[in-house]
């Protein structure tokens, strides 16, 4: 079975570089970028000035490969792709929560961005907590790893 | 620009009718059901099983056409496909977060699911609170219309 996707828009960002890009977007409140909505999607827009934050979902456009295990950022170890958040996945999808600074039209100003500039963006959502935030939540090999990111950003 | 990909593995689920799935899977924990990762994939889940929750992303292959102006399930006004979840969206992607309940080699059992039996899965991630949640939250049209969901499946 095969399924073809076609970009709704593109996400401008200031990150040109691998190492410019926070490993998630929240570590780097600062991170302006814009979402691009085509215009001939615009309308579906309808509504979405009213959410803090959305949820995107794009294209890994700079991963040109996947390999199943993979070593995250915070570590050295190698751990199966499917629990780590890297690039090099099956179906190269990603996805992240934006901060919705403001709205012009078809065009999204967000914050806490965190991917390459250029980057297809393939759908919006609105990011709910009660749809999308779980209690007593146990994160395995990342125990531990992310005190140190405990700062302002957070 | 066509984007072409491939279901890693298939989603099964107690749900064969549109009005038997949950409008999310949270607001119906004793929705079981299970992921199964095709084996050729199983070498990827290594050290899943230390995550209470994983992000799942799949296609919505029940629905054949989009709409930029939907109806949500919970309110009868039309908003823009971006700021609901309706399935009958530009690419048809969808993403929930299901509680692991067991590993067994490619095969795993889950809670909280809210698709429908046979959906295909594009990808699994590790759910991380601090990469997925965020405070002082607003949620736009959606405000006040959770709240008869405050109940014991939150």
Redesign the interface.
């Known amino acids: 079975?095969?399924?073809?996707?076609?970009?709704?828009g593109v996400i401008h960002s200031p990150y040109e570089k691998k190492e410019d890009i926070p490993i998630?977007g929240?570590f780097k409140s600062q991170g302006v970028g814009s979402i691009e909505?085509f215009k001939e999607?615009g309308?579906?827009?309808?509504?979405?000035?009213?959410?803090?934050?959305?949820?995107i979902?794009y294209?890994f456009h700079k991963s040109k490969d996947f390999s199943?295990?993979g070593k995250p950022f915070l570590e050295d170890k190698?751990?199966?792709?499917?629990?780590?958040?890297s690039p090099h996945?099956?179906?190269h999808?990603g996805?992240s929560?934006v901060?919705l600074l403001e709205r012009k039209g078809n065009l999204l100003k967000v914050g806490e961005i965190d991917v390459f500039d250029g980057t297809?963006l393939?759908?919006?959502?609105?990011?709910?907590?009660?749809?999308?935030?779980?209690k007593?939540?146990?994160?395995?090999?990342?125990?531990g790893k992310?005190d140190h990111?405990n700062g302002d950003q957070?």
């Open positions: 079975m095969k399924i073809t996707l076609e970009p709704i998630q929240v909505v999607y309308k579906g827009l309808q509504d979405v000035e009213g959410f803090s934050h959305l949820m979902l294209y199943l295990l190698l751990h199966g792709i499917f629990a780590i958040r996945r099956p179906n999808l996805v929560v901060r297809p393939l759908d919006v959502k609105p990011y709910v907590p009660k749809f999308d935030e779980r007593d939540v146990k994160i395995g090999w990342l125990e992310l990111h957070i």
